[in-house]
């Protein structure tokens, strides 16, 4: 099979960043990434980035990113040079124009609006992305910085200074603890520095347990999470992580996550107890084939990989040559 089958519910919001992808257990990606975001050093003009964080992959391969020290989400379609400002990028500061070291960033296809973590001003905002000038505060007073949405449209938002991860339903303004939310520590209940989420079709929530050097699972209802990768402390071996960030996770379970530490994407099987390197393992740089503290993750319908590349401040492109 060469290309990756895709799967659609129907009357459902397709979910974020690869859950519908149906990926074989021993898929490989072509080790040389391919540039689709700046790459043309620290910066802030329109083809540069500067600390990207998260991003959000459209069904067209136009890559949204989170790009954190511009203070700015910027939108490149496949294949440009250059990239459009579609929220923020009137300096740092909290007014409704303005971001302040936005974290994440996500499409919600149903408002045809962007969802963005403005980490700094501890808020979650609405931006349209039909004109640029409708705006508005979801949730305030909160530390966030990853986030997702579930097919039946809820929002899941990661609150670092409670170490937890809340949910949203639609209409819902206080939300409810779907992971963590009992103090940071390393216990099954605890997180320790959350970054970055991701919800299946079954509404468990994987978590990047950052200062723990795991993923967490928490299925839905849970008291306590399950490590699906990591978890043996600090390190760069095949059962260890260090400060994951970014987590993906495919129809079979199989957990993605970007080993940033390790500068490296692991791809854990579901139930293992170890993982395998899918992309780098060479080492920190800035090579085609290397990575630099890899932050957001994501797939495009196609099974093809995209890793935002902090340090390098791109965003690469990893394309899938195997697939089964």
Request: charged share 20%; with cysteine; net charge neutral.
């Amino acid at each position: 099979m060469s290309a990756v089958d895709i799967k659609h519910p129907s009357n459902k919001i397709i979910p974020l960043r690869g859950c519908s992808i149906d990926i074989h257990p021993n898929a490989r990606w072509k080790q040389n990434g391919l540039t689709v975001a700046g790459g043309n050093e620290q910066g802030n003009e329109i083809n540069q980035l500067s600390n990207p964080l998260g991003l959000y992959v459209d069904d067209d391969q136009t890559v949204y990113v989170a790009d954190q020290s511009n203070h700015r989400i910027v939108e490149w379609k496949s294949g440009a040079a250059s990239g459009q400002v579609v929220a923020g990028g009137n300096g740092k500061g909290n007014g409704v124009h303005q971001l302040s070291d936005p974290f994440d960033v996500i499409v919600d296809k149903e408002r045809d609006s962007l969802i963005i973590s403005d980490s700094l001003n501890c808020r979650v905002v609405r931006w349209s992305r039909r004109n640029g000038t409708s705006r508005e505060t979801i949730f305030s007073n909160i530390v966030c910085v990853g986030l997702t949405m579930d097919v039946n449209g809820s929002l899941y938002v990661v609150d670092s200074g409670q170490a937890k991860v809340r949910r949203y339903r639609r209409g819902e303004y206080q939300g409810t603890v779907a992971a963590g939310g009992n103090g940071q520590g390393n216990r099954l209940d605890r997180l320790n520095g959350p970054r970055h989420v991701f919800v299946d079709r079954d509404h468990s929530v994987y978590v990047s347990d950052l200062g723990n050097h795991r993923v967490m699972k928490w299925m839905e209802g849970a008291k306590e999470g399950i490590v699906v990768a990591g978890g043996q402390g600090e390190g760069n071996g095949l059962t260890q992580l260090s400060f994951p960030q970014g987590v993906v996770v495919d129809q079979l379970g199989t957990v993605y996550v970007a080993d940033r530490g390790n500068a490296r994407v692991m791809r854990w099987l579901n139930g293992a107890t170890q993982g395998s390197v899918i992309v780098d393992g060479n080492g920190k740089g800035g090579q085609s084939n290397q990575l630099y503290d890899p932050f957001g993750l994501s797939f495009d319908k196609h099974g093809n990989l995209y890793v935002v590349d902090n340090v390098n401040n791109r965003v690469q492109k990893f394309n899938i040559e195997f697939n089964g």
